[in-house]
């Protein structure tokens, strides 16, 4: 069973620009989870979907960020225009609705706003 | 609301040597715990999790936690380690169990291991 990918691995833009990370969950998850980690501080949340709903949106910094997930697969999440405050490490989880919290992480994004 | 305070932001310990990670937790319901790891170039993997179930967790790679209510602490322990434990070590808490609920991470803990 493949994991959670995510893509790119590594995207450097120049402030201002606007990138857009994917991710893709594990076949027949249907939560899905966007954290960012920033210079090394604590992993921190930003949204959550259910299939295609957005559940929690709490931790979203502004809406710069748009996150979608079409037909409740993959996810994007999009950055206009980006800040250098953006920089750091996107990461994707994904779970079964029944399974005891127990998210499967991607890989990462590592993002770099020059 | 809920933290995750994680004491030590970098661990270093001799092969073959205790592993003790410390994290220490808030919540004002009783929570759900978990210790992730993180590989250099890989994704966060779950090591084991507290669910009020048994209070002493064992987790995958010989690792375990044991969660105490009165000093609200879920450290994790490693009898002898291995050069193959260097990594990043994440405690977080989860509020529910219903399938679905934000994590809350600490900041993180990097073991170092030497020969």
């Known amino acids: 069973e493949a994991g959670v990918t995510q893509f790119p691995s590594h995207s450097v833009i120049e402030k201002g620009q606007t990138v857009t990370l994917r991710c893709d969950p594990i076949s027949g998850h249907d939560n899905l989870y966007w954290y960012r980690r920033v210079m090394g501080k604590e992993i921190k949340f930003l949204l959550h979907?259910?299939?295609?709903?957005?559940?929690?949106e709490s931790g979203m910094p502004n809406n710069r960020f748009l996150a979608e997930r079409t037909g409740g697969t993959y996810s994007t999440l999009k950055v206009q225009p980006a800040e250098l405050e953006d920089s750091g490490v996107y990461f994707c989880?994904?779970?079964?609705?029944?399974?005891?919290?127990?998210?499967?992480f991607g890989p990462g994004t590592r993002l770099t706003v020059l | 609301a809920q933290s995750v305070t994680q004491l030590g932001s970098h661990v270093s310990v001799s092969e073959g040597a205790l592993v003790l990670l410390r994290c220490n937790y808030s919540s004002s319901v009783p929570p759900y715990l978990f210790w992730y790891v993180q590989y250099p170039n890989q994704g966060l993997q779950l090591l084991l999790k507290y669910t009020s179930a048994a209070t002493l967790v064992k987790g995958i790679n010989g690792f375990e936690a044991e969660f105490k209510k009165s000093e609200t602490s879920f450290h994790l322990t490693k009898p002898s380690a291995h050069m193959s434990d260097a990594a990043e070590y994440f405690c977080a808490v989860s509020l529910s169990s219903g399938g679905y609920n934000k994590l809350i991470f600490g900041a993180g803990t990097r073991l170092a291991v030497h020969p």
């Open positions: 979907f259910v299939k295609e709903s957005k559940q929690d």
């Open positions: 989880a994904s779970s079964h609705l029944s399974t005891y919290n127990e998210q499967f």
